[in-house]
T-cell receptor, first 111, second 112 residues
Framework: GENVEQHPSTLSVQEGDSAVIKCTYSDSASNYFPWYKQELGKRPQLIIDIRSNVGEKKDQRIAVTLNKTAKHFSLHITETQPEDSAVYFCAASLRENKLVFGAGTILRVKS | GAGVSQSPSNKVTEKGKDVELRCDPISGHTALYWYRQSLGQGLEFLIYFQGNSAPDKSGLPSDRFSAERTGGSVSTLTIQRTQQEDSAVYLC??????????FGEGSWLTVV
């Protein structure tokens, strides 16, 4: 069925270290994989996305990698800063372009 | 409008009353989603509208919940006979189909 699994559920890192969040999806037809960041009390906002014809995409300190064979994709944040602390959601598109979200990862960056 | 607009932003209602939450998507967006988010929890999918296709209602938690989208634009989520467990933020999102989805600010519902 439609399923996106996200790990870990919580992640605590020291400021300056890297953070990696991983997601797996079930539908091999999925072709769009966005990541959203949600700060406390605010709406989720897109931070980066990748489509199935690309294996990796980078935007400053944030990168996303995609392995279609294994059906998993990951978010990498380098040189983490306190303002990176938030909940991060991955998602995958399914039939009729419906987006399904993972359960979220609470990232805490300790200064 | 410039973004997804939701109203009301906050609603306090008595248990057993009906509530209506409104979402005005970004102009031209064919896809519209409703999600529910309880405090500290993830995004619980409720319903998905895509163009003229039949809506995907698979996430609606009970028959007290319903939603419609009139004219392919504005959507209303209705909760009948509200219960305390319905208290949550109800988020609406829209997209042009296959692309980035944009979320509204949410409607914060409290059932007392």
């Amino acid at each position: 069925g439609e399923n996106v699994e996200q790990h870990p559920s919580t992640l605590s890192v020291q400021e300056g270290d890297s953070a990696v969040i991983k997601c797996t999806y079930s539908d091999s037809a999925s072709n769009y994989f966005p990541w959203y960041k949600q700060e406390l009390g605010k709406r989720p906002q897109l931070i980066i996305d990748i489509r199935s014809n690309v294996g990796e995409k980078k935007d400053q300190r944030i990168a996303v990698t995609l392995n279609k064979t294994a059906k998993h994709f990951s978010l990498h944040i380098t040189e983490t800063q306190p303002e990176d602390s938030a909940v991060y959601f991955c998602a995958a598109s399914l039939r009729e372009n419906k987006l399904v979200f993972g359960a979220g990862t609470i990232l805490r960056v300790k200064s | 409008g410039a973004g997804v607009s939701q109203s009301p932003s906050n609603k306090v209602t008595e248990k057993g009353k009906d509530v209506e939450l409104r979402c005005d998507p970004i102009s031209g967006h064919t896809a519209l989603y409703w999600y529910r988010q309880s405090l500290g929890q993830g995004l619980e999918f409720l319903i998905y509208f895509q163009g003229n296709s039949a809506p995907d209602k698979s996430g609606l938690p009970s028959d007290r919940f319903s939603a419609e989208r009139t004219g392919g634009s504005v959507s209303t989520l209705t909760i009948q006979r509200t219960q305390q467990e319905d208290s949550a933020v109800y988020l609406c999102a829209s997209s042009s189909g296959g692309g980035t989805i944009y979320f509204g600010e949410g409607s914060w519902l409290t059932v007392v």
